[in-house]
Structure formats: C-alpha cells, structure tokens
C-alpha cells in the first residue's frame, strides 16, 4: 500500500500510474525526471512538520570562522600594542601642549622610585615605571636632587632630569678664605672653628686614613708613599676663598680643595714631564718657596737658589742641603717653622724644643738631610708652584744661592738681598738688619 505525505491510505494505482508502471523505459526516464518538479510543487503548498524539521537537523551547517576571529585579535593586539607604543614614546618625548606649571618637592634621600611616584601624584607624568626605567637606563639617576622644582605636565623626560639635576633648595652656606702657606692642620682647625666638621674628620679624610679615595685626581696617585711623611695631604689643599655648604660630608669638603689644585695645576703636567721632575718634588719645593718668599716678584729668584743648592755641582753644595729655616731651627721664637713653631707642630703635640722625634727631623731637617724633605711644610699657591717649576734662570746662571730678607725693625724691612757666596751673605744679614 502507499502512503501519502498525510498517512491517508492509497485508493489504489491510478490509470497515470499503471501506465508509468509498464516497461517502457523511455516513459520511466521522464516520470522520474518530473517526479521532484511534482514534489516541489507539494512541498511549496505544505504547512512544516515533523518530517521538516528532521530535514532541517540532516542539511550540514556552517562553521563558524574561528581562523577569521583569531586573526581579528590579532591584529586587533597588534593595533592596540601600537598604539601604546605611540603614547609612551609620547610619554618620554613630550606631550605637543605642555600643562599648567606646578611645584613638586623631593624630599631628601627619595630614591628614584620614590621621586617617579611623585611625578606621577603631581601628574608630571603618566606612566611612574616608564620613568622610572628611562632614569635608569640614562645613567642620570644619580644627578637627582632634593628640593622644589618647577615642573609641567607632558614635559619631555629628559626636561624633566634636567631640572631635577640642579639643586633648587636654598642651602645655608659659610665662605671661608685660607691664606697661602696655610698647613693642613691650620686649614683643618679653621673648618672646625666654621662648624663644618671636626679637624680631626677632616684631616683623616684629607690623608685617605679613613678609606677616603681621590684617585680621580692625576696627582693623587702620583704621591709617593714616602718614609717618615707626615700628612699626603699636604701641599695639596689649594688655598683659596671657597663657599662651603654647612650640611655638606666631610669627603666634598677635602674635595673641594683637591678639585681646585687639580684645575689650577692641570696645565703644569707637560712642563714637569718635559723636565723629568714629578708634581710631587714640584709642590714640596713650592711650599718652601712660599714660605721664604711668597711675593711673585721674588718667588723665580728663591726658587733659582734652591735649585741651584740641590743641583749644583759646586763642591761647596756637594750634600745638596736644602738648607731653609721653615724646616729646622728657630731663629727667632716668632719664626714660622714647620716643626717648631706651627699648628702642625701642636698638633703631633710638640711644643717644647728638642721634643721633635728623631724619626722627624731625619725626614724634614732640611739642615741635616740631601734633597728635599719627605713632604712639603704647606700649601703653597698658584705663584709659587709655578716658580718651583719655572727658577730665575739668570738667576741660576749667575749662580746665587743665598737671600735674606730685611728686619721688620730694621732699615729695609721685607726687602730681598741675593748672594752667591756665603761671605756676602752674611753683610747682607748685616745690612738686613740680622746680624
């Protein structure tokens, strides 16, 4: 039996269908081909059922395009990783429109975390880890300082280090002038006397005896580890007017002086090359020139006798004796002697005469020893190294080797006489009121 679409039974093959059913092959053929334009015919006019909606769920669907949507987020990754590129090479750069000036305080002691915080709590910048790394890949994190600064937002970072580099707070400072000739001790006790630091912290530090290092100076590393000197300090804290901050460590002070010298002093290196001498003969002599003489137009002249006393091939100067009373007897109880009569002398704890250790007269008696003495006996200034380097040559030439200066008392009060031998040395003593 057949089954119609709406499981009616057949009434029975019609006439149309027994004719499709004998064998003629040819009529079969066409049947079939006209059978679906039938059945579409049908189906266009039926109401959905069952059997259509298991038609439905049999037809493949689509997939979904997952490969597309990938390639969307990446790209979408992509855009957006740009995009934050752009705003922080934005960021580091500079924002085109600068904001409304502010006024950012660094605390003192901040680290550079502490101080990109802040930046960012002020709105100074956006991004506190970007500063933070840009500071430190810069090699300007050290530079920062504490203060008030005048800053505005979208301000490049390297603006923003610049001015952070300058110290912005108003410190309290103490001006301070030191004589030529000062010893290390004299130049110590007055640091003191200003409350900037003890003597005893500044010499310990000035002498590298308390790890202190200046090796950053050429003519640091060139002192020599001499036997029985008494301070490496001294000859090399330049004496000038300085302005020191009053909260300032005990090593920027000592450097401060050591960076002068450095500055004053640096054209001198091929000068003493060219002459085979060291800086450091160069700076014990000037500071007996300074001592002896301490006038630029007597200094060359001074400097030509003591040369001309280490160095000469007379045989009346055969021990090379340098031979100044800045470094050995009193002459005179005012006189000032680095070993009698100075504040380096209290200082070792030397007052009385005669209580000098041996081991110190052997090292700086300039009466009892050849050459130059261990150190030199002060600070000299600019003229008188330079003199130390550069005699009188006529002076030399002519062979002098003693000068006196006039009594205070006498007729030619501070006046400078120059003999070659020591016969005519000593009438100028007379004539200078010394004898």
Known sequence: MKINRDNTPSEGPRKDDRKSSANQPGEIRRTRQ????????????????????????????????????????????????????MQFYGEVDGRGELGEEKTVTIEQGTSVAGISQVLKENGIIEYDWLFKLYTKYSGKGNNLQYGDFE??????????????SYQKVKRKTIQITFPEGYTSVAIAQRMEENGLCSAQEFLACANGEDGSDFSQYAFWNEIPDTEGRLMKSEGYLFPDTYEFYLDDTVYNYVDTFYREFDAKTSGLWDTIRSKGTTMNDVVILASFIQEEAGLPEEDAKVSACFHNRLESSDPAWADHRLESNASSYITNDADNNYLWNS???EYYGWPEAGAIPEEVLAAYDTYRISGLPAGAISNPGYAAIEAALNPDEDFMAQGYYFFVTGNPNGEYPGQYFYAKTADEHYQNCVKAGWA
Do not use: C, S
Not at 153 to 158: F, S
């Open 151 to 164: 800053l505005r937002p979208g301000m490049p970072y390297n603006d923003i280090l610049h001015e952070l």
């Open 343 to 345: 504040p380096t002398a």
């Open 34 to 85: 006209e059978q679906p334009a039938q059945q579409e015919f049908v189906d266009e006019y039926e109401e959905p059922g069952e059997e259509d909606e298991e038609d439905e769920e049999d037809r493949p669907r689509r997939r979904f395009p997952f490969g597309l949507l990938v390639l969307v987020i990446i790209l979408a990754l992509v855009a957006f990783g740009g995009w934050k590129v």
